[in-house]
């Protein structure tokens, strides 16, 4: 340990040259899903420990509570007329055009940047959205329609989506989303006393989602103030088409919302648990995508809390001239659901870290088809460590993102990190250095820890900050 310090000391001194003789140099290639992909110095910031996630496949391991979630949502959107293709095996590493470009984010979108991404080298990185997959599933659509195969007139894609973030017991860097599309092919009105042959199909489209929501025994209790100020339409869309567009698409993520949320009302029913909730509330908001509009998010109010379930909005053309449709030829709409948090209150799991524990003792309380409440099979204690530093301010400094921070700590600690906050932020009024201090809760879903293996690795996590980021350890 003495050694570390030192090393960390003299380390601070040769501010230059200091990444050269990192630990973390990376490698010159990084295996992932079984292809070598070239790194690069100034994007590749995908870790060991992120790489170990990609191929785990969670979403399709049948008594996963993440796939038994998305079963019974791709059941229940297929059961009325089997619109959409399904896809679970697309692979995490995508191209940035994929992921950003072909969806019109503008070059300095935050998401791009490489505190919040993945980047496997320049061109690739860990999705951040199965969005990224839109282009080819509505390709698919088309060249089925080409091929005068009907074909069906949707998709729903789910995938694991990776994303540099905080860490406490709801956010990891891997989690889950599902897609959802849906188009209408638009025709011309024949004569002008007959409505044109979509519109009369958006409209039996709708009333058949209206009829299966009536039939759920809790109703939802919907709030949408519907108006489209600061959320405009697109020129090419008809205000009719927006407004049967957008019921469809409203209607179809209420079904989903309203299904799960009854499912887990019955099984609380039969479980016998007091505060059953006796109306399900969801409200409707405004906003932003770049490849959508108009564009909304759903929230669902759960337990005393709004809980944000999907983004989602009508198509922009671009995205489906980029696919291959033709000008003017085709409306629909998209949608973009995160299971984890959803499972996480169906299965009442207390920490996202457990759905990607290799502990039996976990996998072993679901099965295909049904919702269970997890029985926690122990609490192992937790054991807190705090990491300050003052942030170097002379002009070798190095920025460092608060997510770098996170990063560390989960490249050392894995998944004994139960939460990290910045507890004490100043600035020393003598020296104008910033001052930071970090709580590190240490803490395994399936065994105690050592105060040995955690000491170890706190001391790792210190040498790192000191090593990277030229921080000064208090
Ligand atoms: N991809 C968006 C997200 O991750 C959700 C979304 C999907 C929004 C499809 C609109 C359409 O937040």
Known sequence: MALMITRSRILLKCTGKLRLFSSNAIPKSININEVDYETNEHWTNVTPSIVSLTDRSLHVHESHPVSILREMIEQKLNSTDKAFNIYNNFKPVVSVYDNFDSLGFPE??????????????DKHLLRTHTSAHEMKCFKDIKSDQSSSNSGRS??????????RDEIDRTHYPAFHQMEGARIWKREKALNSNKEPQHIVQLRKDIKKLGDQLEKEETKLIVEDDKSLEGNPKQDYMTELEVELCQQHLKRSVELVVSEVFNQKITSMKNSNVADIPKELKVRWIKAYFPWTAPSWEIEVWWQGDWLEVCGCGLVREQVLLN????????????????LDRIAMLLFEVPDIRLFWTMDERFHTQF?????????????YPGTLR????WLANDDNAIE????????????????LVESVKLIDEFTSSKSGKK?????????????????????????KVRDELVNKYNVELR
């Not at 696919?323 to 995160?338: C, H, N, R, V």
């Not at 099965?367 to 609490?379: M, T």
């Not at 705090?386 to 530093?389: C, N, Q, R």
């Open 108 to 121: 300095d979108h935050p998401g791009r940047s490489k505190s919040d991404t993945y980047y496997v080298n």
């Open 400 to 415: 460092v993102h608060e997510n770098d921070v996170m990063e560390i700590v989960r490249n050392e600690g894995g998944d």
């Open 154 to 163: 949707g998709f729903l894609i789910s995938a694991d989506v990776y994303r």
């Open 323 to 338: 696919s291959g449709f033709e000008k003017d030829s085709t409306i629909g709409w998209a949608f973009g659901l995160g």
């Open 367 to 379: 099965i295909k088809g049904k919702i269970n409440p997890f029985v926690p099979y122990s609490k």
């Open 435 to 459: 001052s930071l201090c970090y709580r590190i809760n240490y803490q395994s879903m399936d065994r105690n820890v050592t105060n040995e293996e955690i000491n170890e690795i706190q001391e």
């Open 386 to 389: 705090d990491v300050s530093f």
